[in-house]
């Protein structure tokens, strides 16, 4: 009646076993390190740079516990933080030569301790938020005026394009400030335009009184303005999120406080100035015509000056390249860019997609530019770098476009990835910034651990004293709760915070309390003058109902919260939901497993250890504390 196969057991002990693999890199705790990556895209982190960063430390006589390479970005890690600091100072003079413009970011981490065996299998710690970890905190201000006037020129140069094809004719179409000049030559000219806006631009409008002495001006409609401004910082987010993502920052926390401020934390990073690094190394994409005059090649050779209405930008090889300052297209036209390879040549390429605006634009360019060279420049950190500089050989439409430059695989991934990224839609200026240090986050640690082993403690010591034998049974159950909890935590790589172990805390009393449910109810059997063999079998399945309702009910609202909550309430929400899924398995799987092992192949049980079994008045003893067949 109450035995489990073999197949039950077995199963029980391959979860014990995960879980005790998947927990254990939470105990080994984090070491201080130095981690190494690729200040641009056009710098690679390979065995090279590890084995420079290898030498200057020998050098130093600093011998770091591990030093490899992982991924992108060569880590060496250290038993103090004073050798992570001078090791900092060691690996920076040996790797970067100029200051201003580095090759290389130098920062300050923190790994995990975990034996290399552990890793291997994929057990890794949880993350840890901000209070828990440490890390660093930015208030983002986005200039809204330069989102604003950026808006303003792409407007005059879609105006310009329509008036050319309508065959309009005009004195020239200039962006002033945040509303666009039109310089017109007869009222024929001036009729056209304001049909135009009508039909083209609903975003715009004419300003009362400045269709005078051949001149029009317009401007950018209020309700658009404020369109404007909120998309603004909605990309900014987008592409903070997919630059911080994609370069490997766990869990970042990045949310919109207010009409034009943005919020973001970084836990584990102690190194501001790296983080300051990644929130900046969003790279733009600009296409350019290349100044194809006399002048500009001369300007190439470096024979003369860079020609007025063109700029100079070198190419990956240090090659000088002349462009015109009119940008055809930016990244703003980019809807997806991957890599791949060149069919005929198989050489490394990056595949664009353009927007049905873009893939017009670079139609029109092409087929009026054939045999010229069109420039494909990558802005990144404020400086323009020229990817390829290729000769338009027939009109390309359609919408997809392929670069190449002599690339390799890993260029070609990294300015993939760069241009998935995309381009800020606004500046903005860092005007709060602080650094929680590993310390306070180890203190907020300890307070938590040691709320939850404390209250766990005092559950188990009430628990046996209550119900004997099956409190050790129940408790045993509930330290497993607690080990699966933080082994799915670990596994699904989630970030813990702090109101995460008060979830946990709350898990435990969840767990418990469905085995109180079934002890109580086996008690009940015993009383109603059940066999102990049947009423431990009847008490787990009857009280299994109870115990499915009450927890699903708690799930709606843990599931509830997840769903509507945002930051630490989120946190919660997904430890509270995970520890009432755990605490099912370990509270009627598990603990029937234990009592089964235990009291299952005793075929003439006489009795069972769970605590004082109250009868009604006038039956037999009542006052034992070991529950009786009859």
């Given at each position: 009646m109450?035995?489990?196969?073999?197949?039950?057991?077995?199963?029980?002990?391959?979860?014990?076993?995960?879980?005790?693999?998947?927990?254990?890199?939470?105990?080994?705790?984090?070491?201080?390190?130095?981690?190494?990556?690729?200040?641009?895209?056009?710098v690679?982190?390979?065995?090279?740079?590890?084995?420079?960063v290898?030498?200057?430390?020998?050098?130093?006589?600093?011998?770091?516990?591990?030093?490899?390479?992982?991924?992108?970005?060569?880590?060496?890690?250290?038993?103090?933080?004073?050798e992570?600091?001078?090791?900092?100072d060691?690996?920076?003079?040996?790797?970067?030569?100029?200051?201003?413009?580095?090759?290389?970011?130098?920062?300050?981490?923190?790994?995990?301790?975990?034996?290399?065996?552990?890793?291997?299998?994929?057990?890794?710690?949880m993350y840890?938020?901000?209070?828990?970890?440490?890390?660093?905190?930015?208030?983002?201000?986005?200039?809204?005026?330069?989102?604003?006037?950026?808006?303003?020129?792409?407007?005059?140069?879609?105006?310009?394009?329509?008036?050319?094809?309508?065959?309009?004719r005009h004195?020239?179409?200039?962006?002033?400030?945040?509303?666009?000049?039109?310089r017109?030559?007869?009222?024929?000219?001036?009729?056209?335009?304001?049909?135009?806006?009508?039909?083209?631009?609903?975003?715009?409008?004419?300003?009362a009184?400045?269709?005078?002495?051949?001149?029009?001006?317009?401007?950018?409609?209020?309700?658009?303005?404020?369109?404007v401004q909120?998309?603004?910082?909605?990309?900014?987010?987008?592409t903070?999120?997919?630059?911080?993502?994609?370069?490997?920052?766990?869990?970042?926390?990045?949310?919109?406080?207010g009409?034009?401020?943005?919020?973001?934390?970084?836990?584990?990073?102690?190194?501001?100035?790296?983080a300051?690094?990644?929130?900046?190394?969003?790279?733009t994409?600009?296409?350019?015509?290349?100044?194809e005059?006399?002048?500009g090649?001369?300007?190439?050779?470096?024979?003369?000056?860079?020609?007025?209405?063109s700029?100079?930008?070198?190419?990956?090889?240090?090659?000088?390249?002349?462009?015109?300052?009119?940008?055809?297209?930016?990244?703003?036209?980019l809807?997806?860019?991957?890599?791949?390879?060149?069919?005929?040549?198989?050489?490394?390429?990056?595949?664009?997609v353009?927007?049905?605006?873009?893939?017009?634009?670079?139609?029109?360019?092409?087929?009026?530019?054939i045999?010229?060279?069109?420039?494909?420049?990558?802005?990144?950190k404020?400086?323009?770098?020229?990817?390829?500089?290729?000769?338009?050989r027939?009109?390309?439409g359609?919408?997809?476009?392929?670069?190449?430059?002599?690339?390799?695989?890993?260029?070609?991934?990294?300015?993939?990835?760069?241009?998935?990224?995309?381009?800020?839609?606004a500046?903005?200026?860092?005007?709060?910034?602080?650094?929680?240090?590993?310390?306070l986050?180890?203190?907020?640690?300890d307070?938590?651990?040691?709320?939850?082993?404390?209250?766990?403690?005092?559950?188990?010591?009430?628990?046996?004293?209550?119900?004997?034998?099956?409190?050790?049974?129940?408790?045993?159950?509930l330290?497993v709760?607690?080990?699966?909890?933080?082994?799915?935590?670990?596994?699904?790589?989630?970030?813990?915070?702090?109101?995460?172990?008060?979830?946990?805390?709350?898990?435990?009393?969840?767990a418990?309390?469905s085995?109180?449910?079934?002890?109580?109810?086996?008690?009940?059997?015993?009383?109603?003058?059940?066999?102990?063999?049947?009423?431990?079998?009847?008490?787990?399945?009857?009280?299994?109902?109870t115990?499915?309702?009450?927890?699903?009910?708690?799930?709606?609202?843990?599931?509830?919260?997840?769903?509507?909550?945002?930051?630490?309430?989120?946190?919660?929400?997904v430890?509270?939901?995970?520890?009432i899924?755990?605490?099912?398995?370990?509270?009627?799987?598990f603990?029937?497993?234990?009592?089964?092992?235990?009291?299952?192949?005793?075929?003439?049980?006489?009795?069972?250890?769970?605590?004082?079994?109250?009868?009604?008045?006038?039956?037999?003893?009542?006052?034992t504390?070991?529950?009786?067949?009859?």
């Amino acid at each position: 009646m109450n035995r489990y196969p073999v197949w039950k057991y077995a199963i029980l002990v391959v979860a014990l076993l995960v879980g005790v693999i998947y927990t254990l890199p939470n105990f080994f705790g984090e070491a201080p390190a130095v981690q190494v990556s690729s200040a641009k895209s056009s710098v690679k982190v390979d065995e090279g740079v590890l084995a420079r960063v290898e030498s200057a430390l020998q050098a130093a006589s600093l011998l770091p516990d591990i030093l490899s390479l992982e991924g992108t970005s060569v880590r060496a890690r250290f038993n103090t933080s004073e050798e992570q600091l001078k090791a900092k100072d060691v690996i920076e003079r040996a790797l970067i030569t100029d200051a201003s413009d580095p090759t290389y970011i130098v920062a300050l981490n923190l790994v995990s301790r975990s034996p290399q065996w552990l890793s291997a299998l994929g057990a890794n710690p949880m993350y840890l938020g901000l209070d828990l970890r440490g890390g660093v905190h930015f208030m983002l201000e986005v200039d809204m005026q330069a989102a604003l006037t950026k808006r303003a020129d792409s407007l005059a140069g879609d105006l310009r394009t329509m008036m050319r094809d309508k065959n309009i004719r005009h004195g020239g179409v200039n962006r002033d400030g945040q509303g666009i000049e039109i310089r017109l030559r007869d009222e024929a000219s001036v009729t056209a335009v304001r049909n135009l806006l009508a039909d083209q631009f609903p975003d715009l409008q004419v300003d009362a009184g400045n269709a005078t002495e051949g001149r029009m001006r317009v401007s950018i409609k209020p309700e658009s303005l404020r369109k404007v401004q909120d998309q603004a910082l909605k990309q900014n987010i987008t592409t903070l999120h997919n630059r911080i993502n994609e370069l490997g920052v766990a869990e970042p926390i990045i949310q919109q406080q207010g009409t034009d401020r943005i919020v973001v934390q970084l836990p584990g990073v102690q190194d501001t100035a790296k983080a300051k690094d990644i929130l900046g190394r969003t790279a733009t994409l600009e296409v350019r015509l290349v100044d194809e005059s006399t002048e500009g090649r001369a300007a190439e050779m470096g024979s003369a000056n860079v020609p007025f209405g063109s700029e100079r930008y070198l190419d990956r090889n240090g090659n000088a390249v002349i462009v015109k300052k009119q940008v055809v297209l930016t990244g703003e036209n980019l809807t997806d860019a991957q890599p791949g390879f060149d069919g005929q040549t198989q050489e490394p390429t990056v595949n664009l997609v353009l927007d049905a605006k873009g893939a017009r634009i670079f139609k029109d360019i092409t087929r009026e530019n054939i045999n010229k060279r069109m420039a494909i420049i990558l802005f990144e950190k404020g400086k323009g770098e020229v990817v390829t500089a290729p000769v338009i050989r027939s009109e390309i439409g359609g919408g997809r476009v392929q670069i190449s430059g002599r690339m390799t695989t890993m260029e070609a991934n990294d300015t993939s990835l760069l241009l998935r990224a995309g381009s800020l839609a606004a500046p903005m200026e860092i005007i709060e910034e602080y650094t929680i240090g590993p310390s306070l986050g180890a203190e907020n640690i300890d307070r938590g651990i040691n709320s939850v082993v404390w209250g766990f403690v005092a559950i188990v010591i009430f628990i046996c004293i209550y119900y004997h034998l099956f409190g050790v049974f129940s408790s045993i159950a509930l330290g497993v709760n607690v080990l699966l909890l933080m082994a799915v935590l670990s596994m699904l790589q989630a970030t813990l915070t702090l109101p995460g172990i008060a979830a946990m805390a709350l898990a435990i009393g969840v767990a418990i309390d469905s085995n109180v449910l079934i002890n109580e109810r086996i008690r009940e059997e015993l009383r109603a003058g059940l066999s102990p063999q049947a009423a431990i079998h009847a008490g787990y399945d009857r009280a299994w109902a109870t115990i499915l309702d009450s927890n699903l009910t708690t799930l709606i609202v843990g599931l509830a919260l997840l769903a509507f909550g945002s930051g630490a309430v989120r946190g919660f929400a997904v430890v509270h939901c995970i520890g009432i899924a755990t605490s099912m398995f370990s509270a009627v799987f598990f603990s029937r497993g234990l009592v089964n092992l235990w009291y299952g192949r005793q075929k003439k049980l006489k009795s069972v250890s769970i605590g004082t079994v109250w009868k009604p008045e006038g039956e037999a003893d009542s006052s034992t504390a070991v529950a009786k067949t009859k």
